[in-house]
């Protein structure tokens, strides 16, 4: 029976108050003592207090280089990463990502919209992203662009959904260009699920939806870029060298076939356990298991189409092989060095779980229900696991931070007593040598290493340099003119210097504090 407009108001009213009363839930569980404490270094350091607009737009992050711009304009100038306000922003955009979701798929299975709820905020890749708070909310409002993109080319669909959706996958690569996994995704899912509901009559409607689909991306695609160049030429701003963003869209085909090689070995991982650190632990072990079900339920859905359509059903076990590249899209499209930020596409695995187990349900008879059921309880297990995860990594992140701020509160204590130190004297700090063996090490959380835990991206002097400078600065309070080691009246100097923190490691060369690192 049709619903009329009051029931059909009523029952998405109720489905959106429960979708995002389990976002919060789920947001808090994982998330809440990092919204609740300031941990900042690296990047979210660096960029904590200022807008750098002509960066991100070198980085083609031009959209979140506008917004940035716009609210600190709004609020005074400033840029402030504020853990609980900006992390709260971010539940309700992944809230509203998550809503748009099972409106799409319309996954009516309480369970199942709890799973994917708890997958879409509690996924390691939404941690790794609070670290660098400041620019956490417009993240995720790109996600939520890339959601309603599928949305709005579904529902409204003609001339008028084609041209906003694309406007939508447009400003989401303009806030953050590994999103765009996202929007591929749901749209070969939708796909897929399209011909198991025998949407299609014939191959020629297939086609059209599909080919709508890639035009959206396409279209999307090339208005992100115009805009980019435009920018860029208007502002005199040259492309990033940052991850080969510079050559986005313009790299060999040698090159993008390894990153299609990547894309499967990462996504099976069972055949290549490097997956940027998302499943350690128990949790590879459940992803295992998720993958195995995922191959049950895909052979099942490919099985009843094809036994109706033989060419409908070669064409979905097409699709469904093409998710796994969807997922992990971005190492095709241009990152040199893939880290766990980039990597939210890999969540859309467990929508089509979702979507695909309730359609079993549906047509499968009393197995097909006990494949939803086994479905929502390993989702539900995996969501239960993340949190755990996401609370070490943030246990792991605060005391690493107190461990760096004492370090180098130490380090301004031995700058300051130096026999002959003035306050005008310019510091030179000059990373040379070897680690400090005192320093503890790492060994029992080193499974909690998502960026930028145990960083994976290899960072300069100059990178460590910066980090450096910005602690002893924001943490502890020391301002020093800083020069390099090139403007050392005499640099061999640092030669004859013995590595920090030993003894005669930091003094006084013709009127500078040297350090020697």
């Avoid at 389990?22 to 941990?39: D, K, P, Q, R």
């Avoid at 895909?298 to 060419?311: G, I, P, Q, T």
């Avoid at 003035?422 to 680690?435: E, Q």
Wanted: proline share 3%.
């Amino acid at each position: 029976m049709k619903l009329r407009g009051f029931d059909r108001m009523r029952l998405d009213t109720d489905r959106a108050r429960r979708v995002f009363i389990l976002t919060f839930i789920f947001g808090v569980l994982a998330h809440g003592s990092l919204m609740t404490n300031t941990i900042l270094w690296h990047d979210g350091l660096h960029y904590a207090r200022r807008v750098k607009a002509g960066s991100a737009i070198a980085l083609g992050r031009w959209m979140r280089a506008i917004l940035a711009y716009g609210v600190s304009r709004a609020f005074g100038g400033n840029n402030l990463g504020m853990p609980l306000l900006y992390g709260m922003v971010s539940i309700f955009f992944i809230a509203a990502s998550a809503l748009v979701v099972i409106r799409v798929f319309d996954i009516k299975n309480g369970f199942m919209q709890a799973a994917v709820c708890g997958l879409m905020v509690s996924l390691p890749v939404v941690t790794s992203t609070f670290f660098y708070m400041y620019t956490a909310p417009y993240y995720f409002l790109g996600l939520f662009l890339a959601t309603a993109a599928v949305l709005v080319a579904r529902e409204r669909g003609g001339a008028a959904g084609f041209i906003l959706a694309a406007l939508c996958v447009c400003l989401t690569l303009g806030i953050y260009q590994a999103y765009l996994s996202v929007a591929v995704s749901l749209f070969v899912i939708a796909l897929v699920m399209d011909i198991a509901n025998e949407r299609f009559p014939d191959l020629p409607s297939f086609f059209r939806s599909a080919f709508y689909a890639l035009g959206v991306c396409a279209l999307g695609f090339a208005a992100y870029m115009v805009v980019w160049k435009a920018l860029m030429r208007v502002l005199g701003v040259s492309p990033a060298n940052y991850q080969d963003v510079s050559a986005l869209g313009s790299k060999g085909v040698a090159t993008y076939l390894e990153g299609i090689r990547a894309a499967y070995a990462r996504f099976f991982l069972v055949f290549d356990r490097k997956s940027e650190n998302l499943y350690p632990m128990g949790l590879r072990w459940v992803q295992v298991a998720i993958l195995a079900l995922g191959a049950v339920c895909s052979a099942w859905l490919v099985v009843l189409r094809f036994r109706k359509d033989r060419l409908q059903g070669v064409a979905q076990a097409l699709l469904i092989a093409l998710l796994p590249l969807c997922f992990n899209l971005v190492y095709m499209i241009g990152a040199k060095s893939v880290h766990t930020v980039m990597l939210y596409g890999q969540c859309m695995l467990y929508v089509y779980l979702a979507c695909a187990a309730g359609h079993l349900a549906g047509r499968g008879g009393k197995p097909g229900v006990a494949c939803r059921r086994a479905v929502a309880a390993a989702l539900l297990l995996m969501a239960a696991m993340n949190i755990y995860f996401d609370n070490g990594c943030t246990m792991k992140a605060d005391m690493t931070l107190q461990q760096t701020i004492n370090s180098m509160t130490v380090l301004t204590a031995r700058i300051k007593s130096l026999d002959g130190y003035r306050d005008d004297m310019p510091v030179c700090i000059a990373i040379r040598g070897k680690r400090d063996a005192t320093l503890t090490q790492d060994v029992e959380m080193q499974d909690y290493a998502i960026v930028p835990l145990n960083h994976l991206i290899p960072h300069s002097d100059n990178g460590a340099l910066r980090n450096i400078r910005n602690t002893l600065a924001q943490w502890c309070g020391f301002s020093p003119t800083f020069v390099g080691a090139d403007k050392l009246a005499r640099p061999e100097v640092l030669d004859e210097m013995p590595d920090y923190p030993d003894a005669g490691s930091v003094r006084i060369v013709d009127d500078t504090v040297v350090v020697r690192m």
